[in-house]
């Protein structure tokens, strides 16, 4: 069931940017978790990954892949989330999601979020090309 709503995806060449934004208007509250979560597309039947999570506490974290290059940011009084992405090389190239998760809750970047995560948009698409 999807609650969330991405803005929409696109296509980039490598070393441009993109800015998603989230709306989770009545998902997103106080001592939430939420973040951003891809699947690469080649990668079929495999889970979504997280790439950008914001704790209950506010923690933000990255994967290691996308460190430096992605950031992660909220508007709580809107209830949005936005992803800015730049220098996106060919590897990032997924559909992406955004989701958020009732407290108690905690997120992490190795985590499986398929089954923690409450509320999920139903994704965006990206091509990244060389």
């Known amino acids: 069931q999807v609650q969330l709503v991405e803005s929409r995806g696109g296509s980039v060449q490598s070393g441009g940017s993109l800015r998603f934004s989230c709306d989770a208007s009545?998902?997103?509250?106080?001592?939430?978790?939420m973040g951003w979560f891809r699947r690469d597309p080649q990668a079929v039947g495999k889970a979504r990954v997280s790439i950008a999570v914001i704790d209950g506490d506010g923690t933000i974290k990255y994967a290691g892949s996308v460190t430096g290059r992605f950031t992660i940011s909220q508007d709580s009084v809107n209830q949005m989330l936005y992803l800015q992405m730049s220098s996106l090389k060919p590897e990032d190239s997924a559909t992406y999601y955004c989701?958020?998760?009732?407290?108690?809750?905690?997120?992490?970047?190795?985590?499986?979020?398929?089954?923690?995560?409450?509320?999920w948009g139903k994704g965006t698409l990206v091509t990244v090309s060389s």
């Open positions: 989701a958020t998760a009732r407290p108690p809750c905690t997120v992490t970047i190795r985590m499986t979020p398929d089954n923690l995560m409450d509320y």
């Open positions: 009545k998902y997103m509250y106080r001592r939430y978790c």
